[in-house]
């Protein structure tokens, strides 16, 4: 079966065939970088089709050995927890790509850079081997500091450079922890997590916590973590907003993604960090959104906003148990729709108006009702409205929160009333008051635009209204892990309560060694 490999390489023959276009032609180049992702998209559609979600394992692997020593391979798979990254990432590129008809510049290198972003995309929910993880994750820097760089707003120079050097240094430290927990992997199978994982178990406590500390600072930045969001804000501002699209909508997911493998990896090392984490998800939520709300710039408050639905990824991983875990995998999709409807959305407004002040705004459901209706069913699913698919991944986490730490929980609280404010914020700004004089000739979504968004805001509430095909796409994923995960954490108290039944033993073996009273009972016990 080569099902996986047909769909990690389409974007890369896709540049191929641009790479050979005539520069010139820039509608060749605009169908041929559409219909490239359009393939991309059916084949990950038609892998979640044949997907059995009964089934907890790796489906669809394809394993060649690269380097028998070093134990490398080209290993792709997927499981419950890749499916839907797939094909978010897939359908985002996609929209992505419909949406850049606006740029004029450079086409033919927009066009090339953003599939060889897919392709790394791809790669990296795709690889079963952590050398070839590590190459995509890798892979997905090149292109975007360019799509950035090259093709941003007046400050893309400094965003491109932070998103670099923030993404690098973090990737560093991933890098440490990858080399340090290999030199302990004895077999080679062609999952991810198998071999490590069983490698994980024979590690000392504080190498599993240093090694854990390291992956949280590789994917923390990416993810982003507080307080690792800084190169965050102002990507999102500076960048074209269809690439704003792919960065909040699929990048975010990639250290995500990862963390929730090192979960399964190095659950120990969660287990002993939990208040750490659960300090940094809750923080994480307050202060995203209180960054969010007091923003003017309508990027700026939906990338500030990321920070804050980010952390309950975050918070659902930290828990430990399975509500939390679904609610970590549901709110990466969810994310993925609403904050990717939103960046459209409001690019497809600023190619308008070329303003992203929310002052200089009001009234636009007269003169835009169709924006007015979409944009507005995409902010109240971003409060976490019911009937949205929000609800449903929040909920999950805050009933995973709840059975671990209940009344840390109220902070959730806040942090969802604090999101509600500035979404109702935004939509008395946007769409209320009278019509300002500059703002009366708008036109209204055109039929692709509309389309784009339409598909967007219809999986926020589809899903939303009926969430059972979604989760059940990952919960005997999620199930494997959670029981795996229970048993090494229950072996680990085990382990520690049998210490310190001996330890009080052993003091008394000592005393009577010394006192020359010397009970072979007692020693008899100790060497048991």
Known sequence: MIILSALLWTPAVGVLFLVLAPGRHFQLIRGLGNLFAFIALLLACWVTYRYDASDAGLQFSEYYPLNPKLGSAYALGVDGL???MLVLASLLTSIALLASSSISGSVKGYYICVLLLEFGMLGVFLAQDWAL???????????LFFLIDRWGGKRRHAASMNFVLYTMGGSIFMLVSLLAISQYVLEHGGSLMTSMSQAAEDMPLYEQVLVFLGFLIGFGVKMPVFPLHGWLPLAHV??????????????????????????FMLPEAIELLQPLLVFLALFGMLYGALLAWRQSDLKAMIA??????????????????????????????????VAGALFLLIGLLYERTHTRNIQDYSSLIRVTPRFAMLTTLTLLAAMGLPGSVSFVAELHALIGGFQQWQGLMVFFSLSILIGAAYSIRTIGLLFTGPVKPQMQHIPDLKPVELVSVSILVSGILLFGLFPAPLINLSTATINHMIDSISHRVDHLESRSSLSSQLLPLEQRANLTRDDGLFNDGIDAVIVR
């Open 304 to 337: 500030y906003s990321s920070v804050s639905h980010m952390g309950v990824v975050l918070l659902g991983i930290t828990a430990l148990n399975h509500s939390g875990m679904t609610g970590a995998v549901l709110q990466m999709t969810a994310h993925g729709l």
């Open 238 to 263: 500076e960048a074209p907003s269809p690439i704003s699209i792919l960065l909040s909508g699929i990048l975010l997911k990639m250290g995500a993604y990862g963390l929730i493998r090192v979960a």
């Open 82 to 84: 890749s499916i839907p």
């Open 133 to 143: 993880f590590y190459i995509f994750w890798e892979v997905t820097l090149i292109p």
